[in-house]
């Protein structure tokens, strides 16, 4: 299957600080990519969806001046979170998908904690 | 209201048995496509199979097969000749058409252990 990075894959920061995640396709083109989050326990929550060289559209709840997301590439996406507070803790996980296929692949995770 | 319903929060397998895991979902789409991943302890999120809604065969992919029942809107896991490392959560997710593009949509998901 297609490979995607995801880096950091752990990062604690202080409440107020901004955090950068990155997600890289590796091997293959990515029109599209995703950001989930995901609390301890519970299912995978799809935050934003991100085509290349457009704005991503965000779903319902997700305050997209808190979460920015840039997709400037084929294979590079960014998820920032903004001004981040301990609410903000959790697994953030990231999925490509190249136009003509049905499958997205997931990258391996970043676990954030807010101090 | 929930469109991917996993009804089993835990099953317990023995080692070499096979077992099943259900998902139903819920949809008024002709087109639609639903998805099995696996989720360790690490977190990562692999893809273990996929049908499509106008496939009349049942997808298989080694010791992983889905039984599709569309009439029911069932789509259940089966996993064959269960192995420790089969331990992990198990997540169903339905691919759905949201303006103009698709989303995946998941269960709240089936924890598997597999014992010895």
Redesign the interface.
């Known amino acids: 299957?297609a490979v995607v990075s995801q880096h950091p894959s752990w990062v604690i920061c202080k409440s107020g600080t901004s955090v950068k995640i990155e997600c890289r396709s590796l091997d293959f083109q990515a029109t599209?990519m995703?950001w989930y989050r995901q609390f301890p326990k519970?299912?995978?929550m799809?935050m934003a969806?991100s085509?290349e060289g457009s704005k991503a559209?965000y779903e319902q709840g997700v305050e997209k001046d808190k979460f920015l997301i840039n997709h400037a590439s084929l294979t590079l996406s960014t998820l920032t979170v903004t001004s981040a507070h301990p609410e903000d803790s959790s697994?953030y996980?990231c999925?490509a998908r190249y136009r003509f296929q049905?499958?997205?692949?997931?990258?391996?995770?970043t676990?954030l904690l807010v101090l | 209201a929930q469109k991917i319903t996993q009804t089993q929060p835990g099953m317990f397998v023995q080692e070499k048995e096979a077992v099943t895991l259900d998902c139903t979902y819920d949809t008024s789409d002709q087109s639609y496509g639903l998805f099995w991943y696996k989720q360790p302890s690490s977190g990562e999120m692999i893809f273990l199979i996929y049908q499509g809604s106008y496939d009349e065969q049942n997808a298989t992919e080694g010791r992983y097969s889905l039984n599709f029942q569309k009439a029911r809107k069932s789509a259940n896991l089966v996993i064959s000749a269960s192995q420790l490392g089969d331990s992990a959560m198990y997540f169903c997710a339905m691919r759905e058409e949201n303006s103009g593009y698709s989303t995946l949509t998941f269960g709240k998901g089936t924890m598997l252990l597999v014992s010895p």
């Open positions: 299957g599209t995703f519970q299912s995978l799809l969806t085509n559209t697994f996980i999925s049905e499958t997205q692949y997931f990258g391996p995770g676990r």
